[in-house]
């Protein structure tokens, strides 16, 4: 929400499947260091893990609450790694079983209920962002406070061809990353001043998973698309005078986004990359009664009081 002059610090959460893991760490780390944003972008992953935090807090209440829920991850199929078999029951329709009914479930089960409005939630404000086939711009959620946070998350995370593309109010809305896979611009357009964002992309990762064929050409075509979707965000940001800290949360060793086995080690892993971004980060003036010239002067000047 566009605040005047006043400062906003935005957290943005970008997507990549199994791997927002390491974003619920990197959260953890941001917030115990006492960063409390005042908006949240997020896109597919980054949306639920904003999503949950939107309805549980961003405390650190509420990210033990989102590390438990990703703990139950670990047993859950909710991406199978089949891509083959996904694409026919795409095709076919066939909607027992399917990835969207067993993620709209599964966020059911820990709180993100069909019931839940945008105008439900405390502070900070929470946009999720899908892309609109059909304009080809990105969809943000929540700037209509009526809108359902459940649909917006599933919107954001409708990712072919595990789920099929939602056709609502001439829209045609598919993952975000489609269109802004680290939505910065969409936090710069509800007035953000300074930016947090949470990048699960790394640019020189290489799915060495992959035969020949169509699969390694998709993959580098995909990572193509968003790291000049990013080269582009970060630019608009520069132009209109918006700090980013970019942290880049690669995993290690390279974990596929439809495998949550490693969920609590990229948790851990997360948490210390972030620790270790901060500490290259400009430190926050300190007041001026801080230096040891200005303590004495305070302490001086108190003992004069006192007298």
């Known amino acids: 929400m566009k605040n005047g002059n006043k400062k906003q610090l935005a ?5 990549g499947g199994s791997r927002g893991a390491l974003q619920v760490g990197a959260l953890r780390a941001l917030i ?5 944003p005042d908006l949240v972008t997020g896109t597919s992953i980054g949306a639920a893990n904003g999503a949950f935090l939107a309805v549980n807090g961003f405390t650190l209440t509420g990210i033990s609450k989102l590390e438990k829920i990703w703990q139950k991850t670990v047993d859950k199929d909710l991406m199978p790694a089949n891509m083959w078999w996904q694409t026919m029951q795409l095709l076919f329709r066939k909607p027992n079983g399917h990835p969207t009914n067993r993620i709209r479930e599964f966020a059911i089960e820990n709180g993100i209920t069909p019931d839940i409005r945008f105008k439900d939630l405390d502070s900070p404000f929470f946009y999720p962002v899908a892309a609109d086939l059909n304009s080809g711009k990105p969809r943000v959620f929540g700037v209509n406070p009526n809108e359902k946070v459940l649909d917006s998350i599933l919107a954001s995370m409708t990712l072919p061809p595990w789920m099929i593309p939602i056709e609502k109010d001439e829209q045609y809305l598919m993952d975000g990353g489609a269109v802004s896979n680290l939505p910065i611009e969409a936090a710069l357009d509800q007035g953000a001043t300074e930016i947090i964002a949470l990048d699960l992309l790394d640019p020189e990762e290489e799915d060495d998973s992959v035969t020949p064929g169509i ?8 990572r193509t698309v968003e790291v000049r979707q990013l080269e582009l965000e970060k630019k608009l940001a520069e132009a209109r005078g918006v700090d980013v800290k970019h942290i880049v949360l690669k995993s290690e060793p390279w974990v596929p986004m439809w495998d949550f086995r490693k969920s609590i ?5 997360g948490y210390h990359v972030t620790r270790t971004a901060m500490k290259t980060w400009e430190q926050k003036p300190k007041p001026a009664w801080w230096t040891p010239a200005g303590f004495k002067s305070t302490v001086e000047g108190l003992v004069r009081i006192l007298d």
């Open 11 to 15: 957290f943005v959460l970008g997507g």
């Open 32 to 36: 115990e260091a006492g960063y409390q």
């Open 215 to 222: 699969r390694p050409f998709l993959w580098k075509l995909n």
């Open 265 to 269: 080690e990229l948790m851990e892993h």
